[in-house]
């Protein structure tokens, strides 16, 4: 879909910065602000290895911190043959703040998939239950 295409290939671009020394592992995000714009991420990894913090969740913070409040979709892109889904922590983060969207896997050789955040994280904990 031409409208995947664009967050995708930011999602590429973000890849580019990660700071994955420790596990090679390169991995970028974009995501889809309903005010249009696109806010990107790369994991950045820490020598503590604990620290490391997701593409995805940079992606995420960074629109927060700019003032942004709900979100259409999310790109996640690395170099697998497998589609790289979003770990656990981060599907929380991604339910907190962008709820039901698409996310929207894909690599560098072109394959793509989307999966409805509801399917992959389902039985979330949320504020409902506050
Ligand atoms: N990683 C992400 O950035 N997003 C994912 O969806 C999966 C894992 C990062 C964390 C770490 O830097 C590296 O990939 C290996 O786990």
Not at 64 to 71: D, L
């Amino acid at each position: 879909m031409v409208e995947h295409d664009s967050l995708i290939a930011a999602a590429k671009q973000a890849r580019e910065n990660a700071h994955a020394p420790y596990s090679n592992f390169r991995v970028g995000a974009a995501l889809r602000a309903t005010s249009g714009r696109v806010y990107t991420g790369c994991n950045v990894e820490n020598s503590t290895y604990g620290l490391t913090v997701c593409a995805e969740r940079v992606a995420i913070f960074k629109a927060i911190s700019e003032g942004e409040r709900g979100f259409d979709a999310i790109a996640v892109v690395t170099h697998t043959d497998v589609l790289t889904p979003p770990c656990g922590a981060c599907r929380q983060i991604i339910w907190e703040f962008c709820g039901d969207v698409p996310v929207i896997l894909a690599n560098l050789k072109g394959q793509v998939e989307v999966h409805r955040m509801s399917k992959l994280f389902p039985k979330p904990f949320d504020s409902s239950f506050l």
